[in-house]
């Protein structure tokens, strides 16, 4: 079964940059389509941002022009990198398969990010 290990969160301020990681186990990077989702308390888990086996690259308009999904198969990680963040980006957020061209597996246990001044 596979596993993903997501970290890189923390608290920043408005404006600031963050770097998310996820390592998967297997060569499950390789071979999938990858997404960054993200949950904030109260709401339902949306994807932000995906990556698609051959590189093409899609994002949630929220996140567009701010994020930057990659990914490295030698590794089996999964990046996301946050710039211009803003308080409404806070939430615990995971990767998993890109659940517009797959099954989703089981959920890691996320990172946090907290964008507060």
């Known amino acids: 079964q596979v596993h993903f290990v997501e970290s890189g969160g923390g608290l920043v301020q408005p404006g600031g940059s963050l770097r998310l990681s996820c390592a998967v186990s297997?060569?499950?990077?390789?071979?999938?389509?990858m997404g960054w989702y993200r949950q904030a308390p109260g709401k339902q888990r949306e994807l932000v941002a995906a990556?698609?086996?051959?590189?093409?690259?899609n994002y949630a308009d929220s996140v567009k022009g701010r994020f930057t999904i990659s990914r490295d198969n030698a590794k089996n990680t999964v990046y996301l990198q946050m710039n211009s963040l803003k308080p409404e980006d806070s939430a615990v957020y995971y990767c998993?398969?890109?659940?517009?061209?797959?099954?989703?597996?089981?959920w890691g246990q996320g990172t946090q990010v907290t964008v507060s001044s």
């Open positions: 297997e060569f499950f990077v390789m071979f999938n389509d």
């Open positions: 990556i698609a086996s051959r590189g093409t690259t």
């Open positions: 998993n398969r890109d659940q517009s061209t797959g099954s989703l597996s089981s």
